[in-house]
């Protein structure tokens, strides 16, 4: 007995109520076409047709959902924004052009002239200059505290503060912020807490779940996980990411629909290449701990960082980046890295492929000297993303450093 196209599409779509995030990965935000396709379907559009001219006038009055134009409505993008929403646990997901537009929509849908934010002083350097140089233009000013003294939020606060900003684990030092204790102080307060979960990723760490208000990632990083795509999103309930979503439809840093579908093959390996990440990770900053030229590693997965037990606590692992302070200043630092013949230097992070890069002349090069110093940025510090090669080979590279600078 044959069955009507609609009955088939209901047969055929999934159901992500009471999945594990493994199974979320891999299935979630996925809308079968009636082509019964089984893997994810690009479309690569940039506008939609319509039956008639009453369908366009009610599509675009909002009286009627359906796509209409790829720069706020395309299936793909939505099917990504999907499966990210429930694997953090958010009511909905918003995608972006890149990470930094992830952070200067939320920032600028749901903040204006007049308002103040506290942010850790240890976030990404473009997030920085974001800040201080452009959000500071609209008229938003930013306060900078020490991430991991809760204290130092509150006292930051003023009655015009709407928002407390941060990176948990912090590039490239893996400080640690209490988001539960955090998350404390933003309700005290009536603020929202927004957490940048680029190094965790939801596979070892869901901040929505620990008291945040939204999730900012790079979805460049670990969410691809090989290098291959520029992209964003932010994650929350309806109500803040209406806002963002409204941001995005005007303001047009969009998510292109190709960009949308490298990221969804990329959720649907993230468990497994996290693992291994954490591991290969784990290992190398062990290593590193006992090797002649090293001064400190930066790793919280090693019972010597400050921070060890909150992340235990926090976090399902480690991650898969470290950084060390290596002996010699900036001429040490960079013979290290141009020592190396396998590992890739190059700004990125989070691909499968291991990375290094000096982080005080390109991440974060454009702070000033005074700013990277009190953000523990050093010259002689090294950030290394732990990518899945084989870990003995790694260690090879880093022993050609290792030999440059004895």
């Known amino acids: 007995m044959s069955i009507s196209d609609y009955e088939r599409s209901e ?44 369908e366009a006038a009610a599509r675009f009055g909002g009286e009627e959902e359906g796509n209409i134009y790829s720069r706020f409505t395309n299936p793909t993008v939505q099917f990504f924004e999907e499966r990210i929403a429930a694997m953090e646990g958010g009511e909905r997901a918003v995608a972006t052009a890149s990470g930094m537009a992830a952070i200067l929509s939320t920032c600028l849908s749901l903040m204006q002239n007049g308002d103040h934010v ?90 929505l779940k ?12 670990y969410l691809d996980g090989q290098g291959r795509c520029v992209g964003g999103v932010v994650v929350g309930n309806d109500k803040h990411m209406e806002e963002v979503f409204g941001f995005i439809r005007t303001g047009g840093a969009c998510l292109s629909p190709f960009n949308a ?24 900053a062990q290593w590193l701990e006992q090797q002649d030229g090293i001064e400190r590693v930066f790793y919280s997965g090693l019972e010597s960082h400050a921070q060890h037990e909150l992340a235990k606590r926090q976090q399902k692992g480690f991650g898969g980046v470290l950084s060390f302070e290596v002996a010699g200043g900036k001429d040490a630092a960079w013979r290290f890295i141009d020592a190396t ?49 084989d870990l003995e080979d790694i260690k090879a590279d880093m022993l050609l450093g290792l030999s440059a600078i004895s």
């Not at 939020?153 to 988001?179: C, G, H, Q, R, Y």
């Not at 620990?210 to 990083?221: E, L, P």
Request: hydrophobic share 35%; with cysteine.
């Open 118 to 207: 506290v942010c850790s002083r240890s976030v990404f350097g473009s997030t920085v200059s974001l800040f201080e140089k452009y959000l500071s233009r609209t008229g938003i000013s930013t306060t900078f505290v020490d991430p991991t003294n809760i204290q130092s939020w509150e006292e930051a606060i003023l009655p015009e503060t709407k928002m407390l900003f941060l990176e948990t684990p912090s590039n490239p030092l893996a400080e640690l912020t209490d988001v539960e204790a955090l998350s404390v102080v933003a309700k005290k307060h009536d603020l929202l807490l927004v957490v940048d979960n680029c190094f965790c990723t939801p596979v070892l760490q869901q901040p």
């Open 210 to 221: 620990q008291g945040a208000d939204i999730i900012i990632h790079s979805a460049t990083k």
């Open 341 to 389: 013949k396998m590992v890739s230097i190059t700004g990125n992070l989070g691909d499968v492929k291991t990375t290094i890069t000096h982080p005080a002349t390109t991440t974060h090069g454009r702070m000033t000297p005074e700013a990277r110093a009190e953000a523990g940025v050093h010259d002689n510090l090294i950030r290394l993303s732990v990518g899945i090669e």
């Open 261 to 284: 579908w490298v990221f969804l093959k990329g959720l649907e390996t993230l468990k497994l290449r996290m693992d291994a990440h954490c591991r290969n990770a784990m290992e190398m």
């Open 11 to 54: 047969r055929i779509q999934f159901d992500p109520e009471g999945y594990e995030l493994s199974t979320l990965a891999v299935r979630s935000g996925q809308h079968r076409s009636l082509e019964g396709e089984h893997s994810d379907p690009i479309y690569p559009t940039s506008s939609f047709v319509f039956s008639s001219a009453r």
